[in-house]
């Protein structure tokens, strides 16, 4: 296992419109990706770059609109209203090494390994055997650390 950069942090919100107006009007954000949804997961989804000075891409929010009734995270909202942190994501070299890793270790993974927001292979780790944070691991896309 080889711990890479921060990709993202996965924030729950009842309106995705009304999250990328703050984000734009509140906290000076400048590139946010369009909406989309991933019907799989049952969520729509976009992400806010927040800039670094070195030209490689700055951690994003990913902001994260429960999609039809069976979403996975209409109970997070339930017990958040408002929104908030539900997951944070994790880049690793080879998704494959990093998922037999935790396996070896007796960690608890939710679900197949899938293909993320990003295009690229993801898993989800409990957060009962993440000190009480879900936890996204991600390949680190081809070409380097990208969005
Ligand atoms: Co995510």
Redesign the pocket.
């Known amino acids: 296992m080889k711990l890479g950069r921060l990709n ?1 942090i ?1 924030v729950a919100t009842p309106s995705i419109a009304d999250s990328v107006g703050y984000y734009r009007e509140v906290m000076g954000a400048t590139q946010i990706t369009e909406p989309f949804d991933m019907p799989e997961q049952g969520v729509k989804v976009c992400f806010v770059d927040t800039p670094t000075d070195s030209g490689i891409n700055g951690t994003q929010i ?1 902001l994260i609109e429960p999609l039809g009734e069976g979403s996975t995270i209409r109970g997070f909202l339930e017990k958040n209203p408002l929104g908030g942190q539900h ?1 944070l ?1 994790y880049e690793v070299p080879d998704i494959d090494e990093a998922r037999s890793w935790f396996e070896g270790l007796g960690k608890r993974i939710l679900g197949p390994t899938r293909i ?2 990003h295009g690229t292979p993801i898993f989800f780790l409990h957060p009962k055997d993440m000190m009480g944070q879900l936890t ?1 691991i991600m390949e680190t896309p081809r070409g380097g650390a990208a969005n």
Do not use: F, I, V
Request: proline share 0%.
């Open positions: 993202h996965g990913e997951h994501c993320g927001a996204e």
